[in-house]
């Protein structure tokens, strides 16, 4: 005769619901967004400032645009005028919060405001790359391409550097888009939205020639033809560029062949 105690009915459930709670534990709580405060986005035109405008115009959400259409030196009066001790743009205000950076503004709208969106997910295998290229266009593209318009504008240059130069950074992003249709992944994501602009520096200022590069010519006809960044423009860029930064007469030869 099978006797059954209370003990070892008691075993018997454990048993079953440890696997029921690692499952529970192993799958991704759905995070809610917290509801949006008022945002400020103060801007110059043709500036980093476009990436959070076109962010909030991907995400349909609501934002005040503060800037002095065709007047740089106006525009940046703004934002001086909010007393940051780090007068930059964008420059942009949450709330009651001041925030700098054009990364961890969108990195902060995204998961507070709008999680699950435009970024793939934590557990996709797309997530490393998505957040090394959020990180890249500014840790490592953003940084050479400048500090090689600087230098090469002031001594231009007959030999490209033996380590990493102007080339070498965008030719690592033409590499990525020739087996991904994006970056981070098989989705557009805000990823995309860092990139471009230090993409658009790299030939708008003559580091790299636009031809060497045909996957990341393609993906930039891909991102402008998007209505939200058509919208950006309307808003942020309704006159174009102004002042352009002048490119450089002389770059060192290429490399590749």
Do not use: C
Request: charged share 20%.
């Amino acid at each position: 005769m099978l006797r059954i105690t209370t003990a070892s009915l008691a075993l018997v459930a454990a048993a079953f619901a440890v696997p029921q709670l690692a499952q529970a534990q192993s799958e991704p709580a759905q995070i809610a967004a917290m509801p949006m405060p008022d945002v400020t986005i103060y801007h110059l035109e043709g500036r980093r400032s476009e990436r959070v405008v076109w962010l909030m115009e991907e995400l349909g959400l609501p934002y005040e645009l503060e800037y002095v259409r065709g007047n740089l030196a106006a525009s940046m009066a703004k934002v001086h005028a909010l007393g940051h001790e780090m007068p930059m743009v964008p420059t942009v205000v949450i709330g009651d919060q001041i925030l700098v950076e054009s990364g961890a503004i969108i990195e902060t709208i995204l998961n507070r405001y709008a999680p699950g969106k435009l970024g793939p997910a934590r557990d996709s295998e797309y997530y490393p790359e998505y957040l090394m290229w959020m990180h890249y266009a500014e840790g490592s593209l953003s940084a050479r391409l400048f500090s090689d318009y600087r230098a090469w504008r002031t001594n231009p240059p007959t030999v490209r550097s033996r380590l990493v130069d102007s080339e070498a950074v965008v030719q690592f992003s033409e590499n990525y888009l020739a087996k991904n249709p994006y970056f981070g992944g098989a989705e557009f994501s805000a990823a995309d939205i860092m990139m471009l602009f230090p993409l658009n520096v790299a030939t708008g200022l003559n580091l790299v020639e636009t031809k060497k590069f045909p996957n990341i010519a393609a993906w930039k006809e891909k991102m402008q033809s998007r209505p939200a960044y058509q919208r950006m423009l309307a808003a942020a860029r309704p006159d174009g560029m102004i002042g352009n930064l002048p490119p450089i007469s002389q770059r060192p030869p290429s490399e590749r062949k």
